[in-house]
C-alpha cells in the first residue's frame, strides 16, 4: 500500500475518517460524487438508482434525529440509561449555579470530568478535576469554547442541526450563563476504545498513554459497546470509548456517530482500512449498492464550481500531494473541467480532499481505474 | 320643565381596542430615552361620531419588551372594554365612565385571580387595593384613552375632521389625521399587533382564513409548541409510550421496547448524511440535474469571485438569483436580480450577512409561484402554496390597517405562535421601507397589494393548502426529487411552477430547495384551506421502515400515568398542574409527590391529555423540568407494522 508521509496528509485533512472512506472508495474503483464537508455519494455504474451517502464516516444508516440525540450529552446519557448501560455517574448544571456544581462533585467524588453538553463527538472535556477550585475553572475552560472554534474542524452537519442556537453567545464571546455543562465522575482504569459497524465491534484499541494500540477484542467491552450503539434508534455504526476500573467493571465514558480515527492512523494502517471497508460494506449493502473491486492507476475527474483557472488547480494539487494534473477539458463560464490523475489511491483520495475543501471546486464526480483514461 | 335645563344625553360606544407592541429596545447610556414600547388606540362612536384615541406605555422588561404579564394584563382589559357602552348627560359621563373602568379594573383582577388561584404567594401580598393600584399604573394608557373619550366637546372643525377621516387625541393633544400616518411613522419597529375584536376575515384564493379551535390551549406551549403536540398526540393515539427530555426533543417506544426519537421537526426517516446534502444547495442541484428534474440554469462561484458571478448572470441572461450554499429559511436569497448593479448590490448584502464565507449559487430566476410539496416516504402527503404577504383592499381601511388586522389573525394560526411577520430581515412586511409603499393609501375594492418578495412562512408569507389540486406530474415530479437524494425519506420539495393543477411539463417548472428539516406543523395548520395529517404519516412510516408496532389510532379516551422530574419549585408545579387540567377538563390524580418528582394519572379525551402530556415539560415560571414519562394504562388489540394490509388502510385514512 503506497502511504503519503503523516505530515504531508495533515496537510491535506484533519478529518481522517472522512478521507479514509473517500480513499478506500477510490482504491475499491467506486464510481462517486464527492461535494465540500466531506459528503460523498458512492453509486453503482450498473446501476445507477442506488446510491450510498456518507458525511464524513457516518453512512446512509444514521439518522437525523438520532445525531442530535448524540450531540446532546443529557439526551444521549437518557437514552443509554433507558438501556441499562453502565456509565459514571453524572448531572448537568447550568454555567449560573454557584455551589450545586460543587456539592454534586462532593457526592460522587472527586476527581470529576467537566464536558461540554451539547457539541460534537467525542466531548470537549477536561479531566482530572479533584477540587471546588479546579471544577469552577474547568466549567469556565468549558463556557469559553464555542462551537465557531476552529482548533478542531467541526462536522459539517454540526451547524446545520442547530448546534449554535442551544449556545447563545454574547458579546463576551462565552457561552450563555444559562445554556448546561456536565459533571461526570472520572472512572480511573483501562480505557478501550471500540469501533462499531452494523451493530458489531469490527476493530478494538486500548489507550497507551498518547496514542492508540490495535488489540484483539476485549468480550464484555465489546458486548458493552455493541448494546450502547443499539441503545440509540437510527444509529448502527459509531465508536465507543469503555473504561474499566480496577474491580473490573466497565462503564461507558464517550459514544460518538462517526468512526473517531487517531492522528496516528497511518501506523496501523491495515485495522483502519479494514475497518472502514468494513463500514463501506455495511452501508452499501444496507442500500443495495455493489462493491466493484478494481486496480486503480489513475483517476478521471468531472469538476464543477471552478471559478479559477486551471493552472491553480495543476499549482494545489502538485504543491501538496505531488501529482500531476492532465487537463482534458475546460470551460471557464460554466465552471467546469474534466481532468486525469495518476497515482496511487491515496493520492488522489487527498487531490479529491484538497479540491473540495479548499473550495477550488463545488461538484466533484470521479471514475477511478485505468480503464477510464480512455475516454479522455 | 326648562329645555335649557336638560342636557342631551351623550351615547359612547366603545367600538375597538387595538394594542401595537414594538420590537425589543435598550438604552445605550444613562441618557438615552427609549421610544414607546407599545401604543394603545381605543376607537369609539360618540354620538354617530367615530373618534379615535391613542395613548402610548414604554413599560419593558429586561429582553426590552413588554413582558408577557404585561400584555395579558392589558389584553384582558382591551377584550372586556371592547362594546361598553354608556348613556348619560354631559355631566354625568365622567362619573359613567369612571364606572366602566371599575368594572373593568374588577373583571382584570378576578380573570388573574382564577389564573393563580391556589398559590399562596397571591394571596399573601396582593391584596385587592394594592393589586389594583399595581393594574391601574399598568394600565394608564389604555385607561387613559378611554377618559379621553369622555370628554365629548367638539368644535365644528373636529367634527369635519372627524366624519372626512378619523379625529385622533394624541398624548392629550387634539389634531386631525388618520390613525394610519401615526404608525406608519414607527412601522418598521412594529412587533406585533392585537386587536378587540378581531377584525374581518381575510381571504386569499377564495378561501378565508382558518381557525383552529385549539389555538387557546395551544398558544401555552408558545412558539414552536405545536410539534411536541402533534408528537404527543400521535405517540399516544398509537398507543406508544413517551420520554421527553426537552421542549423539543421525545422519544416514542412500542410494547417491544422499539423506539424513534424525534428532535424539532426531524425524525428517524432521513439519514444525517441526507440532511447534509440537503443543506448543500449545490449538492442539491446536481442530484436534481441527475435525475433530470427541473432545476434552474445556474452554478455556484466562491465568496470572492464577483467578476465571475458577473460575467456567468450576463452568460445566462437576467433576471438571475442569488443564494448562499448553506443558507436556510429563506435568509440570503435575493430573487429577481435585474441587472448588474443589482448583483452588485445583492452580493454586497451577502458579504454583509452571516453567509459572508459562504459560496454562493448564481442562477436563473423563474417567475412562478412557489410551492412546498410535502414528501413522506414515497408519496406527497402536503402541498402548499406559499404566497408573498399580501392584503386585499375593501375600499375602506388603509394598506397599513388590512396588514395589522392580517397579522392579527396570522397571530391566531397555532403554527404561528410567537412568530411575528414584522420580521428584522428584508423582506415581508419589513420590506416596506424599501419599497417605498404608501402605507396611508385607501387600496380599492379586492385590489391586491403583495409586500417583498419572500415566500417563506418564516419570513411572513401566506400558506394555502392546494394538495387536492395538485397535477399528477407535479406530485410525481416532488417523489422523484426526493428519491434523488440517497436517504432522505422526509422532505420539504420546494418548487416554482406558473399553475400547480397543469403538468409539470407543459409550464416553465423548477425545484429550487430540498428541506429536510421541513417544520412540522405547516401542512397540519396551513392559514387557508384544508388541514392535512403529514406527521400521522410520519409515524406510520417510521413503524415499518423500524419494524415498530402501532396500536389502531382513535380518538378515544387515554388513561395515562405521568412521571416528571426535575425542578419543580414544591408545590408550585403541582398548583400549576391542577389549574391546566382543570382548564382542559382533564381528569387527575397525584400518585406520588416527591422533592425532585411527581407522578399522576390523567384521564380524558385523546387531544386534551397530549396537550397536557405536553406541556408537562414547560410547568409554571421559575420551575425546571427535566424529564417527562408518559405510559398508557389501558391496552387495545396492537397493530404489527408487519401486517400490510393494515398499514396501507392506515396511511389511507
Same mark, same amino acid.
Given at each position: 500500500?503506497?502511504?503519503?508521509?503523516?505530515?504531508?496528509?495533515?496537510?491535506?485533512?484533519?478529518?481522517?475518517?472522512?478521507?479514509?472512506?473517500?480513499?478506500?472508495?477510490?482504491?475499491?474503483?467506486?464510481?462517486?460524487?464527492?461535494?465540500?464537508?466531506?459528503?460523498?455519494?458512492?453509486?453503482?455504474?450498473?446501476?445507477?438508482?442506488?446510491?450510498?451517502?456518507?458525511?464524513?464516516?457516518?453512512?446512509?444508516?444514521?439518522?437525523?434525529?438520532?445525531?442530535?440525540?448524540?450531540?446532546?450529552?443529557?439526551?444521549?446519557?437518557?437514552?443509554?440509561?433507558?438501556?441499562?448501560?453502565?456509565?459514571?455517574?453524572?448531572?448537568?448544571?447550568?454555567?449560573?449555579?454557584?455551589?450545586?456544581?460543587?456539592?454534586?462533585?462532593?457526592?460522587?467524588?472527586?476527581?470529576?470530568?467537566?464536558?461540554?453538553?451539547?457539541?460534537?463527538?467525542?466531548?470537549?472535556?477536561?479531566?482530572?478535576?479533584?477540587?471546588?477550585?479546579?471544577?469552577?475553572?474547568?466549567?469556565?475552560?468549558?463556557?469559553?469554547?464555542?462551537?465557531?472554534?476552529?482548533?478542531?474542524?467541526?462536522?459539517?452537519?454540526?451547524?446545520?442541526?442547530?448546534?449554535?442556537?442551544?449556545?447563545?453567545?454574547?458579546?463576551?464571546?462565552?457561552?450563555?450563563?444559562?445554556?448546561?455543562?456536565?459533571?461526570?465522575?472520572?472512572?480511573?482504569?483501562?480505557?478501550?476504545?471500540?469501533?462499531?459497524?452494523?451493530?458489531?465491534?469490527?476493530?478494538?484499541?486500548?489507550?497507551?498513554?498518547?496514542?492508540?494500540?490495535?488489540?484483539?477484542?476485549?468480550?464484555?467491552?465489546?458486548?458493552?459497546?455493541?448494546?450502547?450503539?443499539?441503545?440509540?434508534?437510527?444509529?448502527?455504526?459509531?465508536?465507543?470509548?469503555?473504561?474499566?476500573?480496577?474491580?473490573?467493571?466497565?462503564?461507558?465514558?464517550?459514544?460518538?456517530?462517526?468512526?473517531?480515527?487517531?492522528?496516528?492512523?497511518?501506523?496501523?494502517?491495515?485495522?483502519?482500512?479494514?475497518?472502514?471497508?468494513?463500514?463501506?460494506?455495511?452501508?452499501?449493502?444496507?442500500?443495495?449498492?455493489?462493491?466493484?473491486?478494481?486496480?486503480?492507476?489513475?483517476?478521471?475527474?468531472?469538476?464543477?464550481?471552478?471559478?479559477?483557472?486551471?493552472?491553480?488547480?495543476?499549482?494545489?494539487?502538485?504543491?501538496?500531494?505531488?501529482?500531476?494534473?492532465?487537463?482534458?477539458?475546460?470551460?471557464?463560464?460554466?465552471?467546469?473541467?474534466?481532468?486525469?490523475?495518476?497515482?496511487?489511491?491515496?493520492?488522489?483520495?487527498?487531490?479529491?480532499?484538497?479540491?473540495?475543501?479548499?473550495?477550488?471546486?463545488?461538484?466533484?464526480?470521479?471514475?477511478?481505474?485505468?480503464?477510464?483514461?480512455?475516454?479522455? | 320643565? =326648562?329645555?335649557? =335645563?336638560?342636557?342631551?344625553?351623550?351615547?359612547?360606544?366603545?367600538?375597538?381596542?387595538?394594542?401595537?407592541?414594538?420590537?425589543?429596545?435598550?438604552?445605550?447610556?444613562?441618557?438615552?430615552?427609549?421610544?414607546?414600547?407599545?401604543?394603545?388606540?381605543?376607537?369609539?362612536?360618540?354620538?354617530?361620531?367615530?373618534?379615535?384615541?391613542?395613548?402610548?406605555?414604554?413599560?419593558?422588561?429586561?429582553?426590552?419588551?413588554?413582558?408577557?404579564?404585561?400584555?395579558?394584563?392589558?389584553?384582558?382589559?382591551?377584550?372586556?372594554?371592547?362594546?361598553?357602552?354608556?348613556?348619560?348627560?354631559?355631566?354625568?359621563?365622567?362619573?359613567?365612565?369612571?364606572?366602566?373602568?371599575?368594572?373593568?379594573?374588577?373583571?382584570?383582577?378576578?380573570?388573574?385571580?382564577?389564573?393563580?388561584?391556589?398559590?399562596?404567594?397571591?394571596?399573601?401580598?396582593?391584596?385587592?387595593?394594592?393589586?389594583?393600584?399595581?393594574?391601574?399604573?399598568?394600565?394608564?394608557?389604555?385607561?387613559?384613552?378611554?377618559?379621553?373619550?369622555?370628554?365629548?366637546?367638539?368644535?365644528?372643525?373636529?367634527?369635519?375632521?372627524?366624519?372626512?377621516?378619523?379625529?385622533?387625541?394624541?398624548?392629550?393633544?387634539?389634531?386631525?389625521?388618520?390613525?394610519?400616518?401615526?404608525?406608519?411613522?414607527?412601522?418598521?419597529?412594529?412587533?406585533?399587533?392585537?386587536?378587540?375584536?378581531?377584525?374581518?376575515?381575510?381571504?386569499?384564493?377564495? +378561501?378565508?382564513?382558518?381557525?383552529?379551535?385549539?389555538?387557546?390551549?395551544?398558544?401555552?406551549?408558545?412558539?414552536?409548541?405545536?410539534?411536541?403536540?402533534?408528537? &404527543?398526540?400521535?405517540?399516544?393515539?398509537?398507543?406508544?409510550?413517551?420520554?421527553?427530555?426537552?421542549?423539543?426533543?421525545?422519544?416514542?417506544?412500542?410494547?417491544?421496547?422499539?423506539?424513534?426519537?424525534?428532535?424539532?421537526?426531524?425524525?428517524?426517516?432521513?439519514?444525517?448524511?441526507?440532511?447534509?446534502?440537503?443543506?448543500?444547495?449545490?449538492?442539491?442541484?446536481?442530484?436534481?440535474?441527475?435525475?433530470?428534474?427541473?432545476?434552474?440554469?445556474?452554478?455556484?462561484?466562491?465568496?470572492?469571485?464577483?467578476?465571475?458571478?458577473? =460575467?456567468?448572470?450576463?452568460?445566462?441572461? &437576467?433576471?438571475?438569483?442569488?443564494?448562499?450554499?448553506?443558507?436556510?429559511?429563506?435568509?440570503?436569497?435575493?430573487?429577481?436580480?435585474?441587472?448588474?448593479?443589482?448583483?452588485?448590490?445583492?452580493?454586497?448584502?451577502?458579504?454583509?450577512?452571516?453567509?459572508?464565507?459562504?459560496?454562493?449559487?448564481?442562477?436563473?430566476?423563474?417567475?412562478?409561484?412557489?410551492?412546498?410539496? #410535502?414528501?413522506?416516504?414515497?408519496?406527497?402527503?402536503?402541498?402548499?402554496?406559499?404566497?408573498?404577504?399580501? #392584503?386585499?383592499?375593501?375600499?375602506?381601511?388603509?394598506?397599513?390597517?388590512?396588514?395589522?388586522?392580517?397579522?392579527?389573525?396570522?397571530?391566531?394560526?397555532?403554527?404561528?405562535?410567537?412568530?411575528?411577520?414584522?420580521?428584522?430581515?428584508?423582506?415581508?412586511?419589513?420590506?416596506?421601507?424599501?419599497?417605498?409603499?404608501?402605507?396611508?393609501?385607501?387600496?380599492?375594492?379586492?385590489?391586491?397589494?403583495?409586500?417583498?418578495?419572500?415566500?417563506?412562512?418564516?419570513?411572513?408569507?401566506?400558506?394555502?393548502?392546494?394538495?387536492? @389540486?395538485?397535477?399528477?406530474?407535479?406530485?410525481?415530479?416532488?417523489?422523484?426529487?426526493?428519491?434523488?437524494?440517497?436517504?432522505?425519506?422526509?422532505?420539504?420539495?420546494?418548487?416554482?411552477?406558473?399553475?400547480?393543477?397543469?403538468?409539470?411539463?407543459?409550464?416553465?417548472?423548477?425545484?429550487?430547495?430540498?428541506?429536510?428539516?421541513?417544520?412540522?406543523?405547516?401542512?397540519?395548520?396551513?392559514?387557508?384551506?384544508?388541514?392535512?395529517?403529514?406527521?400521522?404519516?410520519?409515524?406510520?412510516?417510521?413503524?415499518?421502515?423500524?419494524?415498530?408496532?402501532? +396500536?389502531?389510532?382513535?380518538?378515544?379516551?387515554?388513561?395515562?400515568?405521568? @412521571?416528571?422530574?426535575?425542578?419543580?419549585?414544591?408545590?408550585? &408545579?403541582?398548583?400549576?398542574?391542577?389549574?391546566?387540567?382543570?382548564?382542559?377538563? #382533564?381528569?387527575?390524580?397525584?400518585?406520588?409527590?416527591?422533592?425532585?418528582?411527581?407522578?399522576?394519572?390523567?384521564?380524558?379525551?385523546?387531544?386534551? #391529555?397530549?396537550?397536557?402530556?405536553?406541556?408537562?415539560?414547560?410547568?409554571?415560571?421559575?420551575?425546571?423540568?427535566?424529564?417527562?414519562?408518559?405510559?398508557?394504562?389501558?391496552?387495545?388489540?396492537?397493530?404489527?407494522?408487519?401486517?400490510?394490509?393494515?398499514?396501507?388502510?392506515?396511511?389511507?385514512?
Amino acid at each position: 500500500m503506497v502511504s503519503m508521509s503523516e505530515h504531508k496528509l495533515n496537510q491535506v485533512s484533519t478529518q481522517f475518517d472522512g478521507l479514509l472512506v473517500q480513499y478506500r472508495a477510490v482504491a475499491r474503483g467506486f464510481q462517486f460524487e464527492r461535494f465540500p464537508g466531506q459528503l460523498l455519494i458512492l453509486s453503482d455504474s450498473k446501476l445507477p438508482a442506488r446510491k450510498s451517502s456518507f458525511v464524513h464516516s457516518v453512512g446512509g444508516s444514521t439518522r437525523i434525529s438520532s445525531v442530535t440525540f448524540l450531540l446532546q450529552k443529557r439526551f444521549r446519557r437518557a437514552l443509554l440509561e433507558m438501556a441499562d448501560i453502565p456509565m459514571p455517574p453524572g448531572a448537568t448544571f447550568t454555567f449560573r449555579s454557584r455551589s450545586s456544581p460543587a456539592r454534586y462533585a462532593e457526592r460522587v467524588g472527586f476527581p470529576v470530568v467537566v464536558k461540554e453538553v451539547f457539541g460534537e463527538n467525542p466531548s470537549v472535556q477536561v479531566r482530572d478535576v479533584d477540587n471546588d477550585a479546579k471544577l469552577m475553572m474547568a466549567a469556565a475552560q468549558i463556557r469559553a469554547i464555542l462551537p465557531t472554534d476552529k482548533w478542531r474542524q467541526s462536522s459539517s452537519y454540526a451547524q446545520s442541526i442547530n448546534l449554535s442556537s442551544a449556545e447563545d453567545v454574547g458579546d463576551s464571546l462565552l457561552k450563555s450563563s444559562d445554556s448546561r455543562y456536565l459533571i461526570e465522575k472520572q472512572v480511573n482504569g483501562s480505557c478501550y476504545r471500540a469501533f462499531v459497524v452494523g451493530g458489531r465491534v469490527r476493530l478494538m484499541t486500548q489507550s497507551a498513554g498518547i496514542s492508540w494500540q490495535v488489540i484483539s477484542s476485549k468480550g464484555d467491552v465489546a458486548v458493552l459497546s455493541e448494546a450502547a450503539v443499539a441503545a440509540v434508534p437510527g444509529v448502527e455504526s459509531g465508536t465507543v470509548d469503555v473504561v474499566v476500573d480496577h474491580t473490573g467493571e466497565p462503564f461507558v465514558v464517550e459514544l460518538a456517530e462517526r468512526l473517531v480515527i487517531p492522528d496516528s492512523w497511518q501506523e496501523q494502517e491495515d485495522a483502519y482500512v479494514r475497518l472502514v471497508d468494513q463500514l463501506i460494506d455495511f452501508e452499501c449493502q444496507w442500500i443495495g449498492v455493489a462493491d466493484r473491486v478494481g486496480s486503480v492507476g489513475g483517476c478521471l475527474l468531472h469538476l464543477g464550481g471552478l471559478d479559477r483557472g486551471p493552472q491553480v488547480l495543476q499549482a494545489a494539487l502538485f504543491n501538496v500531494v505531488g501529482l500531476d494534473v492532465t487537463v482534458a477539458e475546460h470551460d471557464e463560464i460554466a465552471g467546469t473541467a474534466s481532468i486525469w490523475l495518476a497515482g496511487s489511491a491515496l493520492d488522489i483520495a487527498s487531490a479529491i480532499e484538497i479540491l473540495a475543501e479548499q473550495k477550488i471546486a463545488s461538484v466533484i464526480r470521479a471514475s477511478p481505474g485505468d480503464e477510464i483514461r480512455q475516454w479522455l | 320643565m =326648562n329645555d335649557k =335645563n336638560v342636557e342631551q344625553a351623550i351615547d359612547l360606544v366603545i367600538e375597538r381596542v387595538e394594542i401595537i407592541y414594538y420590537k425589543a429596545a435598550f438604552p445605550k447610556s444613562s441618557e438615552n430615552i427609549l421610544p414607546p414600547s407599545y401604543q394603545v388606540i381605543v376607537s369609539a362612536l360618540i354620538n354617530g361620531i367615530h373618534r379615535t384615541a391613542v395613548r402610548e406605555g414604554a413599560s419593558r422588561n429586561r429582553f426590552g419588551r413588554v413582558s408577557q404579564s404585561h400584555r395579558a394584563t392589558l389584553e384582558v382589559a382591551a377584550e372586556r372594554l371592547t362594546s361598553s357602552t354608556v348613556s348619560a348627560p354631559k355631566g354625568e359621563l365622567q362619573a359613567k365612565v369612571d364606572n366602566v373602568i371599575a368594572a373593568t379594573l374588577d373583571a382584570v383582577y378576578q380573570e388573574k385571580k382564577k389564573r393563580v388561584q391556589g398559590v399562596r404567594r397571591f394571596r399573601a401580598w396582593r391584596t385587592n387595593r394594592r393589586y389594583r393600584r399595581d393594574l391601574t399604573e399598568r394600565l394608564a394608557p389604555l385607561l387613559s384613552c378611554v377618559m379621553d373619550h369622555a370628554e365629548p366637546d367638539l368644535t365644528q372643525t373636529d367634527q369635519r375632521s372627524a366624519q372626512s377621516g378619523g379625529f385622533v387625541i394624541s398624548e392629550g393633544s387634539r389634531w386631525s389625521g388618520s390613525k394610519a400616518a401615526i404608525l406608519a411613522r414607527r412601522f418598521i419597529e412594529i412587533d406585533d399587533y392585537v386587536s378587540f375584536p378581531l377584525p374581518s376575515k381575510p381571504v386569499l384564493h377564495g +378561501h378565508p382564513i382558518n381557525e383552529f379551535e385549539d389555538y387557546d390551549d395551544l398558544r401555552l406551549l408558545r412558539k414552536n409548541g405545536t410539534k411536541g403536540y402533534l408528537y &404527543y398526540y400521535y405517540s399516544l393515539g398509537f398507543g406508544l409510550r413517551t420520554r421527553r427530555l426537552s421542549k423539543f426533543s421525545l422519544v416514542a417506544t412500542d410494547d417491544h421496547n422499539r423506539s424513534m426519537v424525534f428532535s424539532w421537526s426531524t425524525s428517524q426517516l432521513s439519514s444525517i448524511a441526507a440532511h447534509a446534502l440537503c443543506v448543500n444547495k449545490e449538492a442539491t442541484r446536481q442530484l436534481l440535474i441527475d435525475a433530470d428534474l427541473p432545476v434552474p440554469q445556474g452554478r455556484a462561484f466562491s465568496p470572492h469571485a464577483p467578476d465571475a458571478i458577473a =460575467n456567468y448572470a450576463t452568460t445566462i441572461g &437576467y433576471p438571475v438569483v442569488t443564494k448562499p450554499v448553506n443558507g436556510s429559511k429563506g435568509e440570503g436569497v435575493v430573487v429577481n436580480i435585474r441587472n448588474q448593479a443589482e448583483l452588485t448590490r445583492a452580493l454586497a448584502a451577502l458579504r454583509r450577512s452571516i453567509y459572508r464565507a459562504s459560496d454562493t449559487i448564481v442562477e436563473r430566476y423563474l417567475p412562478g409561484r412557489d410551492y412546498r410539496i #410535502v414528501v413522506v416516504g414515497d408519496e406527497v402527503r402536503g402541498a402548499l402554496l406559499r404566497a408573498p404577504a399580501s #392584503v386585499r383592499g375593501d375600499g375602506e381601511h388603509s394598506t397599513l390597517e388590512l396588514m395589522l388586522g392580517k397579522h392579527a389573525w396570522r397571530m391566531r394560526n397555532p403554527h404561528f405562535i410567537g412568530r411575528s411577520a414584522f420580521i428584522d430581515e428584508e423582506s415581508a412586511f419589513g420590506s416596506l421601507r424599501h419599497e417605498r409603499l404608501d402605507l396611508t393609501r385607501v387600496p380599492k375594492r379586492d385590489e391586491l397589494v403583495t409586500f417583498g418578495t419572500s415566500c417563506n412562512l418564516s419570513q411572513g408569507a401566506d400558506s394555502v393548502d392546494v394538495l387536492d @389540486e395538485l397535477h399528477p406530474t407535479v406530485a410525481e415530479a416532488a417523489v422523484r426529487a426526493v428519491g434523488a437524494v440517497p436517504g432522505l425519506r422526509y422532505c420539504g420539495v420546494d418548487m416554482l411552477l406558473e399553475d400547480h393543477t397543469q403538468p409539470i411539463d407543459a409550464q416553465a417548472a423548477g425545484i429550487i430547495e430540498l428541506n429536510a428539516k421541513a417544520a412540522i406543523g405547516n401542512c397540519e395548520y396551513p392559514m387557508f384551506g384544508q388541514s392535512r395529517a403529514v406527521v400521522r404519516h410520519v409515524f406510520l412510516e417510521l413503524a415499518d421502515e423500524f419494524s415498530m408496532t402501532l +396500536h389502531p389510532m382513535t380518538d378515544h379516551h387515554r388513561r395515562v400515568t405521568c @412521571e416528571v422530574r426535575g425542578n419543580l419549585r414544591g408545590t408550585r &408545579y403541582l398548583h400549576w398542574l391542577e389549574k391546566t387540567a382543570h382548564g382542559l377538563d #382533564v381528569r387527575h390524580q397525584l400518585l406520588h409527590h416527591g422533592k425532585r418528582q411527581l407522578q399522576i394519572e390523567v384521564e380524558g379525551p385523546l387531544a386534551p #391529555v397530549a396537550m397536557l402530556t405536553t406541556r408537562l415539560i414547560i410547568g409554571p415560571l421559575g420551575t425546571r423540568p427535566t424529564s417527562v414519562r408518559v405510559t398508557g394504562i389501558e391496552k387495545t388489540e396492537a397493530t404489527s407494522h408487519s401486517s400490510v394490509a393494515t398499514l396501507s388502510q392506515m396511511k389511507g385514512i
